[in-house]
């Protein structure tokens, strides 16, 4: 009767030769029930009995010591937590209990394959690595009854699948006899404990019992150490969750507190200085906030954590900024992190937070800055609001001035209550600016008004101003200079005394002041009344077009002679009228000889007519000597 391949379950199997099928039992010695495969086969007495009980005794010591190890092996396996050491302990002390040369264990992975996972005895790299697909070879004949199996020469057998890839590591290795145990977890294999031999044998049915009965035990720790570290990994994300939670709670009350100091800013009537002061404390680092024109209105550092210097931010990020809307945050030079959220309100742009510091902000730390941008465009519409309504009843009691000479009091009540004296009120300003609507240029003498105790407003589409001043002239030149550099382009200023309460009459010499001063190619410049006053008198505003046509005709041939012969007619003629015709005192000023300017008068006459010193003519001529020198004084003061 040939040799037999047996397993714990009664799955039989035949793989020619070497192998063979017998019913199972529980393990060797009588206690196995009938049968004669234990070493107490027989009924002979005498010499053969005294063998049989010697045998017997040998074979009862070896199943004992085996068990022992088994009992042993067992426990020190129960005591083991990580899968990877539980799979390591198996195949060693699998390879001491049953003997073998070669022991080695592989699980099922996820797509079915049995995967080496340890092994002792073996040789080569590439056998560690091995994987089996499904249903193939040893352990899918194993996997797939959930019994043990054995054949005595591997590479001979055909009564299991067999795998190429496998086949090939098998020489290397020199396996030969092959016996596979099932590792159940309930009714469930999740793998397969190999023994093999390097030379062909078959497996006695108890060493199948023992490394069946161990690979129960090894599934038992594996199954064990599985949901080991499935409650390690539970309680690591457990206490990460609380972690999460923990900070996010931390992160809520933060929050809620920034939210609070915010609201009480704004409730307060708090400024930008407030919203970077609250920053700092809450973020670190450097907070720098920008108006819509994007100068600098506030800055804080913290004292605590000082990671960075207040700076502006870069103009690529302020733009990224504005683009998206949203919090933009890039490294600077100094290897600190400076992050920019815009404020807005609509389409409006009223400036921008940016903090500064070493770390990159959190998303929490975003939403601070992103909220306290949106608190900032409160508070700046707020502000605003409150400024259109105070220029609005400043403009209206400056149209009520200007419109009625008589003063009620309410009006002066009223003016009282800003800071302002109307009977105080002796100078009159107009500031004209193609480059910008009226209403900037308004908004900007009103933001000047109370250092000059003064009311601004638009008066008949025009930017007026009401203040108190010593010197006209130096009020017009410093009005100019703060209007030149608030706007950023050319402006006129003409500032006029006033007398009594005449603020009518005042605006209507100023502004046609203001357009003579245009007319005659003045753009950017302040200057008081007095100079222009005459000018404005005499000439039609409205002609302004006519001046140039006007000084053509009175000195045009003076001019062209003086340029053609390089000779000064138009100074002589200036000069004489400067001096009340006095010849002498002409002369004089001219530094000429009496000849000379005798010589230049006669060519005036030449050139104009011998009636140029008739009254009417020399009116228009003096008039046209004055406008031509006039121009050209402030062409010089413009250069």
């Given at each position: 009767?040939?040799p037999t391949n047996?397993?714990?379950?009664g799955?039989?199997?035949?793989?020619?030769?070497?192998a063979?099928?017998?019913p199972?039992h529980?393990g060797p010695?009588p206690?196995a029930?009938t049968g004669h495969?234990?070493?107490?086969?027989?009924?002979?007495?005498?010499t053969?009995g005294a063998?049989?009980?010697g045998?017997?005794?040998?074979?009862?010591?070896?199943r004992?010591?085996?068990?022992s190890?088994?009992?042993a092996?067992?426990?020190s396996?129960?005591?083991?937590?990580?899968v990877?050491e539980?799979l390591?302990?198996?195949?060693?002390?699998a390879h001491?209990?049953?003997?073998?040369d070669?022991?080695y264990l592989?699980?099922?992975?996820a797509?079915?394959?049995?995967?080496?996972?340890a092994?002792a005895g073996?040789?080569?790299?590439?056998?560690?690595?091995?994987?089996?697909?499904?249903g193939v070879?040893?352990?899918?004949r194993?996997?797939?009854?959930?019994a043990p199996?054995?054949?005595?020469n591997?590479?001979?057998s055909d009564?299991v699948r067999?795998?190429?890839?496998f086949d090939?590591l098998?020489?290397?290795?020199g396996?030969?006899a092959?016996?596979?145990?099932?590792?159940?977890?309930?009714?469930?294999?999740?793998g397969v404990?190999?023994?093999?031999?390097?030379?062909e044998?078959?497996?006695e049915?108890?060493?199948v019992a023992l490394?069946?009965a161990?690979?129960?035990?090894?599934?038992i720790a594996?199954?064990?150490?599985r949901l080991?570290d499935e409650?390690?990994?539970?309680l690591?994300?457990l206490?990460?969750?609380?972690?999460t939670i923990e900070e996010?709670?931390t992160s809520?009350?933060r929050?809620?507190?920034?939210?609070?100091?915010l609201?009480?800013v704004?409730?307060?009537g708090?400024?930008p200085?407030d919203?970077a002061?609250l920053l700092?404390?809450?973020?670190?680092?450097?907070?720098?906030v920008?108006?819509r024109?994007?100068r600098?209105?506030a800055?804080r550092?913290?004292?605590e954590?000082?990671?960075?210097a207040?700076?502006?931010?870069?103009?690529?990020?302020l733009?990224e900024a504005r683009?998206?809307?949203?919090?933009?945050?890039a490294p600077?030079?100094d290897?600190?992190?400076c992050?920019?959220?815009?404020v807005h309100?609509?389409?409006?742009?009223?400036?921008?937070?940016s903090l500064?510091?070493?770390a990159?902000?959190g998303s929490a730390?975003?939403?601070?800055?992103e909220r306290?941008a949106?608190?900032m465009?409160l508070l700046?519409?707020?502000?605003?609001?409150?400024v259109?309504a105070e220029e609005?009843v400043?403009g209206?009691l400056?149209?009520?001035?200007l419109s009625?000479?008589?003063?009620?009091?309410a009006q002066?009540?009223?003016?009282?209550a800003?800071?302002v004296?109307?009977d105080?009120?002796?100078v009159?300003v107009v500031?004209?600016c193609p480059?910008?609507?009226t209403?900037?240029?308004v908004?900007?003498l009103?933001?000047?008004s109370?250092?000059?105790?003064g009311?601004?407003?638009?008066?008949?589409g025009?930017?007026?101003?009401?203040?108190?001043?010593?010197?006209?002239e130096e009020?017009?030149?410093?009005l100019?200079?703060?209007l030149?550099?608030?706007?950023g382009?050319?402006v006129?200023?003409?500032?006029?005394r006033?007398d009594g309460r005449?603020w009518s009459r005042s605006?209507g010499l100023?502004?046609?002041?203001?357009?003579?001063m245009r007319?005659?190619g003045?753009?950017d410049?302040?200057?008081?009344?007095?100079?222009?006053?005459m000018?404005a008198?005499v000439?039609?505003?409205?002609r302004?077009?006519d001046?140039d046509?006007?000084?053509a005709d009175?000195?045009?041939?003076?001019?062209?002679?003086?340029?053609r012969?390089s000779?000064?007619l138009?100074?002589?003629?200036?000069?004489y009228?400067?001096?009340?015709?006095n010849l002498?005192?002409t002369?004089?000023?001219l530094?000429?000889h009496?000849n000379?300017?005798?010589?230049?008068?006669d060519?005036?006459?030449?050139?104009?007519?011998d009636?140029?010193?008739?009254p009417d003519?020399?009116?228009r001529?003096?008039?046209a000597v004055r406008l031509h020198?006039?121009?050209?004084?402030?062409?010089?003061?413009?250069?």
């Open positions: 009767m040939a047996s397993g714990a379950g799955a039989t199997g035949h793989d020619g030769p070497g063979g099928a017998t199972p529980d010695g206690e029930g495969d234990g070493p107490d086969a027989g009924t002979g007495t005498g053969d063998a049989g009980q045998g017997l005794l040998s074979y009862r010591l070896r004992e010591r085996r068990l190890s088994l009992y092996t067992a426990r396996l129960a005591a083991l937590g990580e990877d539980v390591s302990s198996i195949v060693r002390h001491e209990l049953i003997g073998s070669i022991a592989s699980l099922l992975d797509d079915g394959n049995l995967t080496l996972r092994c073996t040789i080569s790299a590439e056998f560690s690595s091995a994987r089996m697909p499904p070879g040893l352990g899918g194993v996997i797939g009854s959930r199996f054995w054949v005595s591997y590479g001979e009564v067999h795998n190429s890839a090939l098998v020489p290397n290795e396996l030969t092959l016996l596979g145990v099932p590792l159940l977890v309930g009714d469930r294999a999740v404990l190999f023994a093999a031999d390097r030379s044998r078959p497996f049915q108890d060493e490394l069946s161990f690979a129960d035990h090894a599934a594996l199954n064990n150490a080991y409650s390690r990994v539970s690591q994300r206490r990460e969750a609380y972690e996010q709670v809520v009350e929050a809620a507190a920034v939210h609070e100091a609201t009480h704004v409730l307060t708090g400024g200085g919203i002061r700092v404390e809450h973020l670190g680092g450097a907070v720098t920008l108006d024109d994007d600098v209105v800055t550092v913290s004292e954590r000082p990671a960075a207040a700076r502006e931010p870069a103009r690529e990020l733009e683009r998206t809307g949203r919090c933009a945050s600077d030079g290897g600190a992190v992050s920019v959220a815009v309100a609509g389409s409006s742009h009223l400036g921008s937070l500064t510091r070493g990159a902000p730390d975003v939403r601070m800055l306290s949106q608190i465009g700046i519409l707020m502000r605003d609001a409150r259109e609005r400043r209206e400056l149209v009520e001035l009625r000479p008589s003063l009620h009091p002066r009540d009223r003016a009282l800003r800071g004296d109307v105080r009120l002796d009159l500031a004209d480059g910008k609507p209403g900037d240029v908004r900007r009103n933001a000047l109370p250092e000059w105790s009311l601004a407003g638009e008066y008949l025009r930017a007026t101003m009401l203040l108190r001043a010593d010197d006209t009020a017009a030149g410093a100019h200079r703060r030149r550099r608030a706007l382009v050319p006129l200023v003409a500032a006029d006033v005449e605006f100023t502004w046609r002041c203001v357009e003579v007319s005659l003045v753009t410049r302040g200057s008081a009344t007095v100079q222009y006053a000018y008198i000439f039609d505003p409205e302004a077009h001046l046509r006007f000084l009175c000195l045009g041939p003076l001019l062209e002679y003086d340029r012969r000779t000064d138009v100074a002589t003629a200036a000069a009228f400067a001096q009340g015709g002498s005192r002369a004089r000023h530094h000429v009496m000379t300017l005798l010589k230049r008068l060519r005036i006459g030449v050139l104009l007519g009636g140029w010193r008739s003519s020399a009116l001529l003096h008039l020198q006039l121009r050209g004084a402030l062409d010089g003061a413009d250069q």
